[in-house]
């Protein structure tokens, strides 16, 4: 009988070492056995908490958005209450050290790329994007109208996508400050082209 108390902990195992075997090895290649090998457990427990490798996975993938949003709510926190500043919490919190690590971007990446055949990933990520978009256009309204606020959350969004998938591939470290510089210039941009009426 497991000790009281284990589950969490036995389930962050497993989810660490999900993290660690699909970045170095890839989304299909981090065999259910790789990963109880890196966790010190046996597949029975894989079996145990999550059934399968598929929900191992996407518990792996909800960890991830939950560190994301917990990442973001800081950063919001911490801000000025001016939609400039709360826009630059948020992209601060999608490039930050939990988000930007070697296993996260790996994780990520192979998320992205399975949520196409995958309907429980789908939904993950299209919740994900839903969020960021919403978040984004929240912020654009308390200046812009309507259309124009749609418009500026796309390419804020756009943009957040591209660095973070640049990085990713070219296998670089962020250079928040540029990350920084470029989305600020376009809110800057965007927050003077209309006002609210």
């Known amino acids: 009988?497991?000790?009281?108390?284990?589950?969490?902990?036995?389930?962050?195992?497993?989810?660490?070492?999900?993290?660690?075997?699909?970045?170095?090895?890839?989304?299909?290649?981090a065999s259910l056995s790789q990963i109880a090998?890196?966790?010190?457990?046996?597949?029975?427990?894989?079996?145990?908490?999550?059934?399968?490798?598929h929900g191992l996975i996407e518990a792996t993938m909800r960890y991830l958005l939950k560190e994301l949003g917990r990442e973001i709510a800081e950063a919001l926190a911490h801000a000025e209450h001016t939609p400039e500043a709360r826009l630059t919490a948020i992209i601060c919190g999608n490039f930050s050290a939990s988000q930007v690590s070697k296993a996260a971007m790996n994780t990520w990446l192979a998320f992205w790329a399975n949520s196409f055949y995958q309907p429980d990933l789908h939904r993950l990520q299209q919740m994900n994007h839903?969020?960021?978009?919403?978040?984004?256009?929240?912020?654009?309204?308390?200046?812009?109208?309507?259309?124009?606020?749609?418009?500026?959350?796309?390419g804020l969004a756009a943009l957040i996508d591209g660095f973070w998938l640049r990085g990713t591939l070219l296998q670089s470290e962020f250079d928040l400050d540029e990350v920084l510089n470029v989305c600020q210039s376009y809110i800057q941009c965007q927050?003077?082209?209309q006002t609210v009426p």
């Open 191 to 193: 927050l003077q082209s």
């Open 37 to 53: 090998k890196r966790a010190g457990v046996s597949t029975g427990i894989i079996s145990h908490y999550f059934q399968d490798k």
């Open 130 to 154: 839903r969020r960021l978009h919403s978040n984004l256009k929240h912020e654009f309204l308390k200046v812009l109208d309507e259309k124009h606020a749609e418009q500026s959350a796309l």
């Open 1 to 29: 009988m497991p000790k009281v108390g284990m589950q969490p902990i036995r389930r962050q195992q497993l989810i660490d070492a999900t993290l660690s075997a699909v970045s170095e090895l890839g989304f299909a290649d």
